[in-house]
């Protein structure tokens, strides 16, 4: 793979998760902090209004606006869909800026700690991860489909992927988690830096992924109401098995639901605040272990 000539970190494409924007605006004024001789990184706020507001999104999820076909088309005029055109002019393949890497900084409501999240499994993005997380416990690695197609931010650029940080309430700042994300933001950078120089050392690591297959929505009436929650055994346990019939969700009246697939999976995003507007409870992953070299 050739070297890599410019990086994007973005945050705030969320504009009430406030880790990845309060650290765009850490680096804006302190640029050295993030600046290495063998390549350029840029950084972008990416839904400013939103941020200013502190609201997830003014007319739409920013975050679901890059399918190619809705940015050429010129009839989608809400305020996102214009920010999402503008982002891809000055950081997409086309723009006179493309970048090689993009690092989008999202904050989940759910105890996902330190998620590298791929929407390609790239040799060079597992073999980042896998270092990441052999450096860091914390960092654990998922793989997930984009929703219709490649809508996501990170989809501007082949080595795009998220880190989402948590559990981090909506529009509030938390010291741990902000300084977690500026660590692992710094090694990334490190290991890029490294990987220019020719210093990555022939290593093999044993990389854990959790692969997406699926999600859940809560039980809901005729009326699209919903009838229970997340049940107590399970909530905070993202990256954990769920074995069949294990407690799933809790009823309004106080019954169980159980886990009625056939085999163990591992539900992420467990009771995500955003998610709730999307009808997802939680997404199911299955469990995989690679041997990543290099």
């Known amino acids: 793979m050739n070297k890599i000539n410019r990086v994007a970190i973005v945050g705030g494409t969320h504009g009430n998760e406030f880790t990845g924007a309060f650290l765009i605006k850490k680096f804006e004024q302190f640029p050295q902090l993030i600046q290495k001789s063998s390549f350029e990184v840029l950084t972008l706020l990416a ?6 507001a502190g609201k997830r999104y003014i007319e739409k999820d920013l975050n679901r606006c890059f399918l190619e076909q ?4 010129e009839t989608l005029t809400s305020y996102e869909d214009i920010q999402a055109k503008t982002i891809v002019k000055m950081l997409g393949k086309d723009s006179k800026s493309p970048v090689d890497m993009l690092v989008d900084l999202h904050s989940t409501t759910t105890n996902m700690q330190l998620s590298i999240i791929l929407g390609n499994q790239h040799p060079f993005l597992l073999k980042l991860a896998a270092y990441l997380s052999s ?10 489909i984009p929703e219709r197609g490649s809508n996501f931010l990170r989809s501007l650029c082949e080595l795009g992927f998220v880190i989402e940080v948590g559990p981090v309430a909506q529009g509030v700042l938390n010291a741990e988690w902000f300084h977690k994300t500026e660590e692992l933001i710094y090694a990334i950078l490190d290991y890029l830096d490294k990987y220019n120089q020719g210093l990555i ?3 093999s690591h044993t990389l854990t992924l959790y692969k997406y297959v699926g999600s859940i929505d809560y039980p809901r009436n005729e009326n699209g109401e919903i009838q229970a929650m997340i049940h ?20 309004l009246d106080g019954q169980a639901i159980a886990y009625a697939g056939t085999s163990t999976i591992y539900p992420i995003f467990i009771n995500e605040a955003a998610y709730y507007e999307k009808g997802v ?14």
């Open 201 to 203: 050392p022939e290593i």
């Open 70 to 73: 809705n940015l050429q088309d």
């Open 281 to 294: 409870a939680m997404l199911f992953t299955e469990k995989q272990e690679l041997i990543i070299n290099g």
């Open 232 to 251: 107590p055994a399970l909530q905070n346990r993202d990256y954990e098995p769920l074995n069949p019939g294990d407690a799933l969700f809790l009823t």
């Open 135 to 144: 450096i860091n416990p914390l960092v654990k690695v998922c793989y997930t």
């Open 47 to 52: 839904n400013p209004q939103a941020f200013a």
